[in-house]
């Protein structure tokens, strides 16, 4: 079916970590995909998006790669803060509703 | 350009009660979206309007639920005789006609039903 898998969490992290959180997703045709971010207390905030194949999308050092021929977008940040604590959430898009993943949530530590 | 917002941000109500929810999306934006998300879930889709037009409803929505958008600008999500289970966060989200599908959210309104 067409569907986001996402990592499951949490995923606690000592500050300046090195972060991945894996996605993939099933769909027909060539979906849009993103990432969303919804800090404590917050509504959902875009995080990045690409819209076809070998797109990288990138936002405050975050960055994801459109991965057709593993159909995976997986969201990596080089060097975590505090303030990157969340819950993020991989969607795609084929005809403008958005499937989501079941969200992963990020713990960092100072 | 105020964002979507959503009224009220909270509701508690009784079991087998009716409750409406509002939202008004960016202005402009052509399409409107609901969505319902859970503790420790993504957002699930339930509708979507074009305009006036509501083009889409998930299976998730059951007759108990109904949605409008009478001008095509803000839209209802109307709940009838609520039940324990629709307890949730229900999410509001509008983007223009043309683009690569990124949506804008709304805060949200959290209903509790006791």
């Known amino acids: 079916g067409n569907s986001v898998t996402q990592m499951e969490g949490p995923v606690t992290l000592s500050e300046e970590a090195f972060l991945t959180i894996n996605c993939t997703y099933t769909?027909?045709?060539?979906?849009?995909l993103f990432w969303y971010v919804q800090y404590p207390g917050e509504g959902l905030q875009l995080l990045l998006k690409a819209t076809k194949a070998d797109d990288k999308g990138s936002n405050k050092g975050f960055e994801a790669t459109y991965r057709k021929e593993t159909t995976s977008f997986h969201l990596e940040k080089g060097s975590v803060q505090v303030s990157d604590s969340a819950v993020y959430f991989c969607?795609?898009?084929?005809?403008?509703?958005?499937?989501f993943g079941q969200g992963t949530t990020l713990q960092v530590k100072p | 350009d105020t964002g979507v917002s959503q009224n009220p941000r909270h509701k508690i109500t009784k079991r087998g009660q009716n409750v409406t929810f509002r939202c008004d999306p960016i202005?402009?934006?052509?399409?409107l979206y609901w969505y319902r998300q859970t503790l420790g879930q993504g957002p699930e889709f339930l509708t979507y309007?074009?305009?006036?037009?509501?083009?889409?409803k998930s299976r998730l929505l059951s007759d108990r639920f109904s949605a409008e958008r009478p001008k095509g600008s803000f839209s209802t999500l109307e709940i009838q005789r609520t039940e324990q289970g629709d307890s949730a966060m229900y999410l509001c989200?509008?983007?223009?006609?043309?683009?690569?599908?990124?949506?804008?959210f709304g805060p949200g309104t959290r209903l509790t039903v006791t």
């Open positions: 989200a509008s983007n223009p006609l043309q683009g690569t599908y990124e949506q804008y």
């Open positions: 769909a027909t045709g060539y979906p849009s």
């Open positions: 309007f074009q305009n006036e037009a509501q083009l889409e």
């Open positions: 202005s402009e934006h052509n399409r």
């Open positions: 969607a795609r898009s084929n005809t403008g509703k958005l499937i």
